[in-house]
């Protein structure tokens, strides 16, 4: 019969990174948690608005939380447990449940999240995670659904409270998954031939079925099959392996995390071959290694300690309203260009429309000394606001003094005996300090009365250390570049309240944002799209800057609203037109005409708040360094599209980066598709790196970054899965839960948000600085007998990282996977010479697939190849090596393969794994009622098998007892 070729294939493995790592950071920062003494303390838990008022769900979450601290001790060799944990309930909820007052708790800076399960689509816990390895992820997401129901939760995801450990790892020490995803293969060659399951660590003991007829799906690899797509992995029941948190953690036997130490424990060493996120995020490092790199325990801090009791101290609090005050500079130079007249113009919007109802702003300004203009005033309605509003500065005055506003500020805070704790001081300057008392000055009292302060730079010259002073204070840092295109004050405006209260049901969004050019003789037009998620309290806001202007609002229907109608609405002192919709408005296209008599620049603006019942779409944004001390400069950015806590998916997502005059605006296209500064295809988590920084007159440059995010023609989806990640349930994934491609449209949408500031040093060194990118996803495309050849793909790595196009590619392989990855240089080199498609001297631009095709050295024998790969810039930069693939080339004669398809699940389980699979400790397809033809089927297979056996000794299993996939 004609020969086949069979092809089995692994992607396996990171080697090492040559780049440094950075820490990520939220625009707004997430509660500062520490570890002392053994003890983690800032831990704060919140409870969306959504999650009804339970007293059960509170009870039950401590109880997990106590047993999270009991395992978590263990797991790190006693070196570290929960002590003190916050849990932030709604405002909706009873005062009898609260033991201690709220102060500076808000629901977006919490560690960990609890939403309503049905508001999810997936009750699987899961950590968002941005960043490398190593670092601190953004939270760690919970259902009521997994807290309530306890008997579910056991037996679909077993000890509650190692779930949480698990996720701690993630969100914690930036430890990733141990088992396979869809990204990564369920099976793997090891550098003996051999087929093996990916998991951490090999002692874990088990077998493999088809997760759709409960056949076992086991092939003999000679053959070159692997196991098909539906194969999967199950353990037995009990298990003997003492690792790994991050792999199975229901395993009862599980009470460790992987390490590499040769001389501990056998049963949690580490898989370093397995083709899983940990090892290829972490370069072959076992979680153990990364844990002890963390500052909670390098250089052996917090040693191993005895402790009788690690039960923590639950403080149960209320969200409280946000209490802001506003920080104004009116010293001499806020004149120039007319700033304090843009200044009282955003913050008119801002009190006008921009705070929530039941919230509280008072107003401070300063120059040579500060004045509190208002006290604290809860907003409540149009007079209110009003009010207030008018009390803005119009005029300036002589010096400035940022120590005199910020202790008026706290005093504000503090009137009437009030705590100062959890206040806001919304700082906003333009120039350096140069009257006492000085930031650094006033800082520590800052930091000790627990107030946030946000700062906003207005222009290039305001004072370096507002960064820091944000950063110190667990506040928010913005630029206002007043660039002619900026909409830098807006945005910044709007991002201190969406940034805080995104969580709850009542939240705003800012749709538009733009600022463009009218002609004096000509009319300006746009259209802004309103999603069916959002249209209550709508607003529309269009900002002028020399003389009035003249605005038509259409409704989808084509109804106009214009300045006869009830809701148009025009400030002359604030320079603005303001429409609110009355009602819900309607989804669909706006479209908007402006005229004036003058040339100038307009601005325009949307917010919109969520309508009832619906999941939001928001756009939460990162960046990997904001305060950038050395050279070469250099940031990732990240923007994470959600609709709920789903991932939107094949949007349109652009960072704006403004950067010093007369230097123009960066746009930089942040991509979803895993490559470069992307970590994970289709997450949701768009990324790009920005590399154009600037030599300038100013000692330490600031750069504005503004975030958009939509879809306009139609491609934006959300995956429907009941599991895309997070921590392994015990039942198996099915066919329908991971290969099949489930999505919804998102329709249109527009979202616009603030990145925050950028501040990076003046001296950018010339030249290319920059390596080319690492490749993520070699893999291995086909491979022939007949031609000996070898076809790998992968995603085209760019010139200066994400940017551009290589020069070249470096191409290795090897027959030995730990020669291989100890250094990629041991490979054998292939040159062009040794391809029959493809060039490694005409790489690809920046995401484009590449494809080549390599010629192999001839063999008789089975012989598995391990590949890697990496790119040159032609001035010698050389980008880190690839991820390392496995294949082997193998003669496939149909008539020797022995494939154990037929046999029946319930004839070849253990007595122990049936069992438990019979009490709900696992759950797969059983094949009943076998008929007399097929049981003496299975019993010549089982003779047949038997021989085969005695035959091809080495595929019986290994000394450890985990049995070998091929039987």
């Excluded at 625009?27 to 831990?43: A, F, P, V, W």
């Excluded at 083709?275 to 153990?288: D, E, F, K, V």
């Excluded at 790119?871 to 149909?894: C, E, K, L, Q, W």
Aim: proline letters at 5%.
């Amino acid at each position: 019969m004609a020969a086949m070729v069979r092809l089995v294939v692994s992607v396996s493995l990171l080697l090492a990174l040559t780049l440094p790592l950075f820490s990520v950071y939220g625009l707004l920062q997430r509660s500062k948690i520490t570890l002392d003494n053994n003890e983690y303390k800032g831990i704060l838990i919140a409870i969306a608005d959504d999650v009804k008022e339970n007293a059960n769900l509170l009870e039950n979450l401590q109880e997990i939380l106590t047993g999270a601290s009991g395992a978590l001790y263990r797991a790190t060799k006693q070196r570290a447990f929960f002590k003190e944990i916050t849990i932030l309930l709604p405002n909706t909820w009873s005062n009898d449940l609260v033991n201690v007052e709220a102060t500076s708790e808000i629901f977006d800076a919490a560690n960990a999240i609890v939403t309503k399960h049905e508001n999810v689509g997936r009750e699987t816990p899961y950590t968002n995670q941005f960043g490398s390895c190593g670092e601190e992820a953004e939270y760690i997401h919970l259902t009521d659904k997994f807290i309530l129901d306890k008997q579910w939760t056991v037996d679909t995801y077993g000890d509650p409270a190692k779930v949480i450990v698990h996720e701690w790892g993630h969100l914690r020490w930036g430890l990733f998954n141990e088992y396979a995803t869809n990204s990564f293969e369920r099976f793997y060659l090891d550098d003996k031939g051999n087929v093996e399951p990916t998991r951490c660590s090999r002692a874990v003991i088990g077998k493999s079925y088809d997760s759709e007829t409960g056949i076992r799906c086991n092939v003999n690899p000679k053959s070159g099959k692997r196991p098909g797509k539906y194969c999967r992995f199950l353990p037995t029941m009990p298990n003997r392996a003492t690792g790994s948190y991050l792999f199975m953690s229901f395993l009862n036997s599980v009470v460790e995390f992987c390490h590499s130490d040769v001389t501990g424990d056998p049963l949690s060493l580490h898989n370093a071959m397995a083709p899983n996120q940990q090892n290829i995020q972490c370069s072959y490092r076992s979680a153990w290694d990364v844990m002890l790199e963390s500052e909670d325990f390098k250089n052996d801090s917090n040693p191993a300690r005895q402790v009788t009791d690690t039960t923590p101290t639950f403080r149960v609090v209320k969200i409280a309203p946000l209490r802001i005050v506003l920080v104004l500079d009116v010293s001499g130079s806020m004149d120039d260009n007319d700033r304090i007249g843009t200044l009282n113009q955003l913050a008119t919007k801002y009190i006008q429309a921009t705070v929530p109802d039941g919230h509280s702003v008072g107003i401070v300004e300063f120059e040579n000394d500060a004045v509190i203009t208002s006290d604290l005033r809860e907003l409540q309605d149009d007079k209110d606001r009003d009010e207030l509003a008018n009390l803005l500065p119009k005029t300036t005055r002589e010096a400035t003094c940022i120590g005199c506003g910020l202790e008026s500020g706290i005093d504000v805070l503090e009137k009437d005996g009030h705590s100062a704790r959890g206040g806001i001081l919304v700082l906003i300057t333009d120039g350096e300090e140069n009257r006492e008392p000085y930031i650094n000055e006033v800082k520590p009292s800052l930091i000790s009365k627990g107030v946030c302060v946000d700062t906003l730079a207005f222009g290039t010259s305001a004072d370096e250390k507002l960064l820091s002073l944000s950063e110190d204070t667990c506040g928010l840092s913005f630029l206002y570049s007043e660039d002619v295109s900026s909409t830098g004050l807006s945005d910044a405006f709007s991002a201190t309240i969406t940034s805080r209260i995104g969580g709850s049901s009542n939240s705003s969004f800012e749709l538009y944002s733009e600022k463009q050019a009218i002609p004096s003789t000509d009319t300006l037009k746009g259209t802004i799209v309103i999603d069916s998620t959002i249209g209550k309290s709508t607003k529309f806001f269009f900002l002028w800057t020399t003389s009035p202007i003249s605005v038509v609002l259409y409704r989808p229907n084509g109804t106009a609203i214009d300045e006869t109608s009830l809701d148009y609405e025009r400030n002359d002192g604030a320079r603005t037109v303001s429409i609110e919709i009355t009602g819900i408005a309607e989804s669909g296209t706006w479209l908007y005409e402006v005229t004036a008599n003058q040339s100038q620049q307009v601005e325009i603006s949307v917010q919109s708040n969520v309508r009832e019942d619906t999941q939001p779409i928001r756009v939460t944004t990162t960046t990997s360094n904001s305060l950038i001390t050395e050279t070469p400069a250099m940031t990732n950015m990240y923007a994470q599209v959600q609709r709920g806590y789903a991932p939107i998916v094949k949007a349109d997502v652009v960072a704006t980066v403004e950067r010093p005059q007369p230097h123009s605006p960066v746009k930089v296209n942040l991509l979803d598709n895993g490559a470069g500064a992307d970590f994970t295809e289709d997450d949701g988590v768009y990324s790009g790196v920005f590399l154009d920084f600037v030599n300038a007159t100013c000692p330490n440059c600031r750069y504005n970054v503004k975030v958009t995010a939509g879809d306009t023609d139609g491609t934006a989806q959300v995956p429907i899965s009941t599991f895309t990640g997070g921590v392994l349930p015990i039942r198996p994934p099915n066919r329908i839960d991971e290969n099949t491609n489930i999505t919804e449209p998102v329709g249109p949408f527009y979202r616009v948000t603030s990145g925050g500031v950028i501040q990076a040093p003046l001296a950018i060194p010339p030249g290319d600085n920059f390596p080319p990118s690492r490749i993520t996803d070699l893999r291995v495309a086909a491979t022939s007998y007949d031609n000996q050849t070898v076809t790998l793909a992968w995603t085209a790595p760019g010139n200066d990282l994400d940017r551009g196009t290589a020069s070249e590619y470096h191409l290795r392989y090897s027959e030995i996977f730990e020669v291989f990855y100890k250094n990629f240089t041991n490979g054998m080199k292939v040159s062009n010479s040794n391809l029959t498609v493809g060039n490694l001297s005409s790489p690809k631009t920046f995401g484009e697939m590449e494809t080549m095709t390599v010629l192999m050295p001839s063999k008789d024998e089975n012989i598995t190849y391990f590949f890697a790969i990496r790119a040159r810039d032609a001035p010698g930069n050389v980008g880190p090596p690839s991820n390392i693939v496995s294949a082997t080339i193998v003669y496939d004669d149909p008539d020797e393969i022995i494939n154990i398809t037929t046999e029946s699940l319930d004839t070849t389980l253990d007595t122990e794994t049936e069992a438990d699979m019979q009490s709900g400790q696992i759950s797969i397809f059983l094949i009943i009622g076998c008929s007399v033809a097929g049981a003496l089927l299975v019993i010549v297979v089982a003779i047949i098998l038997s021989k085969c056996l005695i035959k091809n000794k080495k595929y019986l299993p290994d000394k450890e007892g985990v049995e070998n996939i091929a039987f």
